[in-house]
C-alpha cells in the first residue's frame, strides 16, 4: 500500500535493539538497517540502543518472491 496506493519513496521506521520480532520482521522484508541511536532510551534501568530501517520503493518492487533469502548482513 505504501508504495503502490500512497506514492511514497521511502518507509523507515524505528524500533529498540531489545525488540526481536520487528528486528525479525525487518530482516524477513529486506528493510537496510540505517542506523543506529547508540544509548538513546532509557528503560529498566539500563540504557538501550535505537535502530532505524528502511525500504525504497524500487528496492521493495525489485524483491526476490523468496524473502528468506535476505540481503541484510546486519
Known sequence: ISFAVLNLHKVYLHTTS?????????????????GTYRK???????????????????EYFNLDTDLTLGRNTW
Open 40 to 58: 538513546e532510551l532509557y528503560y529498566n534501568n539500563s540504557y538501550h540502543d535505537i535502530f532505524r530501517f528502511g525500504i525504497l520503493d524500487d
Open 18 to 34: 531489545f525488540n526481536d520480532p520487528m528486528l525479525h520482521l525487518m530482516k524477513k522484508f529486506n528493510f537496510y538497517k540505517e
